[in-house]
């Protein structure tokens, strides 16, 4: 099979990756930083200089709304006082309401998660890891008696989703460049059905009977971040950078 790809010729399923890292060499968080750290920054300055929040901040919230599709970013200085910094609309997320269960299920994970490691090399731009599963989602899958849980979830660009979820390349530069400047166990990661802040969760037909307390969890995460404090003004990062190559894979992020 041959498929044309951008600038690039993939042979075969499963090939095209490792060419066309040969093709743009591998690079390093530090190259990334240096290629799109400067006008990411430049993007970022006035929503962290309107929250009074300084550059990097101390510590990062990641707020994930599935129902909603948006992405909110919550940022504190040394006082730990967390403070609105913007929403970023989520451009694709497979799945439906629900925790992720088992492997190949295509579900984005629900619950409260850290952000593991950066990807300068994803297939789709740039990528940072979810620590799915986490010792919650361990604790339901041996009590339901469930294997193969599935893992290789990221917040990455590109608009496409396989479990994954879809920011967009501007986006992604924004995110990835501040949480390599903050640092990534500084981060903190909260991933929902729904708003429930707003409304009560919802509760797909195939949800487990823990559900209800996933979501009580999910909701205690989410009282620090009042949406009162939020602006729907912020959304404003959408669609592609200019001159990305932009592969179409099922591969890992």
């Known amino acids: 099979m041959l498929i044309a790809a951008g600038s690039f010729v993939v042979y075969g399923r499963g090939i095209w990756?490792?060419?066309?890292?040969?093709?743009?060499?591998?690079?390093?968080?530090?190259?990334?930083?240096?290629?799109?750290?400067?006008?990411?920054?430049?993007?970022?300055?006035?929503?962290?200089?309107?929250?009074?929040?300084?550059?990097?901040?101390?510590?990062?919230?990641?707020?994930?709304?599935?129902?909603?599709?948006?992405?909110?970013?919550?940022?504190?200085?040394?006082?730990?006082?967390?403070?609105?910094?913007?929403?970023?609309?989520?451009?694709?997320?497979?799945?439906?309401?629900?925790?992720?269960?088992?492997?190949?299920?295509?579900?984005?994970?629900?619950?409260?998660?850290?952000?593991?490691?950066?990807?300068?090399?994803?297939?789709?731009?740039?990528?940072?890891?979810?620590?799915?599963?986490?010792?919650?989602?361990?604790?339901?899958?041996?009590?339901?008696?469930?294997?193969?849980?599935?893992?290789?979830?990221?917040?990455?660009g590109n608009r496409v989703s396989i479990g994954c979820v879809a920011v967009g390349d501007p986006a992604i530069e924004e995110l990835f460049t501040l949480v390599a400047e903050t640092g990534h166990p500084r981060v903190h990661l909260v991933i929902a059905p729904n708003d429930l802040r707003t409304a009560g969760p919802i509760f797909h037909e195939d949800a487990p009977r823990w559900a209800g307390e996933l979501y009580r969890t999910v909701k205690a995460a989410l009282v620090p971040f009042p949406v009162t404090s939020e602006s729907n003004a912020s959304v404003d990062v959408t669609g592609w950078s200019k001159a990305k190559v932009k592969p179409i894979s099922k591969s890992a992020p």
Do not use: C
């Not at 990062?60 to 200085?77: D, G, Q, S």
């Open 17 to 156: 990756y490792p060419l066309f890292l040969q093709i743009r060499g591998v690079r390093t968080v530090a190259d990334v930083l240096t290629i799109y750290g400067p006008d990411a920054r430049k993007r970022l300055a006035p929503h962290f200089r309107r929250a009074g929040v300084s550059y990097p901040p101390k510590r990062i919230a990641i707020l994930v709304f599935k129902e909603e599709r948006r992405l909110t970013l919550w940022a504190a200085n040394a006082d730990g006082r967390w403070r609105f910094i913007r929403h970023y609309p989520i451009l694709a997320a497979s799945g439906h309401a629900g925790p992720k269960l088992r492997e190949g299920d295509y579900q984005v994970p629900e619950g409260v998660y850290r952000i593991e490691h950066l990807n300068p090399n994803s297939s789709y731009h740039l990528s940072m890891k979810v620590s799915y599963p986490n010792e919650f989602d361990r604790q339901k899958a041996k009590l339901d008696g469930r294997t193969r849980l599935g893992g290789d979830i990221f917040i990455h």
